[in-house]
């Protein structure tokens, strides 16, 4: 039984080949997993941040360098002076074109960049006389007419022009038009009128040289020279009662007074000379408007050694046309030129819808001749 018992066979597990083994799968835990992960989160987040970083520095830089380009091309369409012959702009998108910059191209560049030499020498400070300087705005504005060529003779021994605007005291919106001159006016203010304190307060605040216009009575007793004159009744004191209410109603701030008609009472040396003795009180002068030739306002004067003014040129507004009244101011500036000083007058309702605007535009031609503005105050010594 020994001999038939078989020993068990043990069964061998067969040679492994080392050579092709394949390597374990490696299993990471859940841990390792997540700090991985965190671990490229974190560098993919400072990739981006040092991205973005680079990046607005980039921006930066030709945020800064911008203008400065689109300064220069912009400079030279700028600063072009409008040409006599050029295209013609409306106002409005003149407006537009010098507030804003013109967008930048290569091609608009190179132009400008072409024509920047020339534009210098044009843009150079040189002396414009004043119909190249309306003409010039003219030409930006289709609308308005070039202004004709004045025959204004130049001025010699320092021709002085003194305008007087006579009879405000009616109407401030026409006394305003005389107001607005851009040179000294002497407005003179009728007294007892319906506007007369308000035209005299108009005169007062814009500066221009108030006085009062003494209604007086004329050789043609038929005229009636308006409220507050003095009559050929009167007696001195009558007289010199009535301009000091006269002068007070046209309130303070007034240099002087003239006379509103008044051949009959200018030519009496009594009674002007009533007239006189209020003007020396009060410290204001009296300019005669000589509206005869028999005046004895001189002779007045002279007893109370007094100087007086007189108007010494032609009437501006005797016709109402622009083309008259230009001629007389022809005349006044001949006077002018030969006794230095022309006082001449004008009036405010008669003339208001051509003088003043004849007066405004004849002005830079006027001072470019070397004429000289004042008012009588301002000759006064």
Excluded: W
């Amino acid at each position: 039984m020994s001999a038939s018992k078989k020993k068990p066979v043990r069964r061998r597990s067969p040679a492994r080949k080392t050579a092709g083994r394949k390597k374990p799968k490696v299993q990471l835990k859940n841990s390792s997993v997540i700090a991985l992960c965190s671990v490229l989160a974190f560098l993919c987040g400072l990739l981006l941040f040092m991205n973005f970083m680079f990046a607005g520095r980039g921006s930066d830089s030709e945020k800064r360098h911008a203008p400065a380009v689109e300064a220069v091309s912009a400079k030279p369409s700028v600063s072009k002076p409008a040409e006599p012959d050029s295209e013609k702009v409306k106002p409005s998108e003149k407006k537009v074109s010098q507030l804003e910059a013109p967008a930048v191209n290569s091609d608009s560049g190179n132009q400008d960049k072409k024509n920047l030499p020339s534009e210098k020498k044009e843009s150079s400070n040189v002396s414009i006389k004043p119909q190249e300087r309306i003409a010039s705005a003219d030409n930006r504005n289709p609308v308005v007419q070039l202004p004709e060529k004045f025959n204004i003779p130049k001025a010699s021994a320092n021709a002085t022009l003194v305008f007087i605007i006579d009879d405000a005291g009616l109407s401030v919106e026409k006394t305003k038009k005389y107001t607005s001159l851009p040179f000294p006016v002497t407005i003179a203010v009728l007294p007892k009128l319906s506007h007369s304190k308000d035209c005299a307060y108009l005169v007062r605040s814009s500066g221009k040289e108030l006085i009062l216009h003494q209604p007086m009575q004329s050789l043609n007793v038929n005229l009636n020279p308006g409220p507050g004159a003095i009559t050929a009744d009167m007696g001195t004191y009558d007289i010199a009662r009535t301009v000091k209410e006269n002068l007070d109603e046209i309130g303070p701030g007034v240099k002087g007074m003239n006379n509103h008609e008044g051949s009959l009472i200018t030519s009496d040396q009594i009674k002007i000379g009533a007239v006189l003795e209020v003007c020396s009180e009060r410290g204001i002068y009296f300019l005669d408007s000589r509206t005869t030739a028999d005046t004895k306002a001189p002779q007045a004067a002279l007893e109370r050694d007094m100087a007086i003014f007189e108007k010494n040129a032609p009437y501006i507004d005797n016709v109402l046309t622009r083309e008259a009244m230009l001629k007389e101011i022809y005349g006044c500036l001949e006077v002018a030129n030969k006794k230095g000083t022309a006082i001449m007058i004008g009036h405010v309702d008669k003339s208001a819808n051509i003088l003043p605007a004849l007066l405004t535009e004849m002005y830079p031609y006027l001072v470019e001749k070397g004429y000289r503005f004042a008012t009588p105050s301002m000759l006064k010594k």
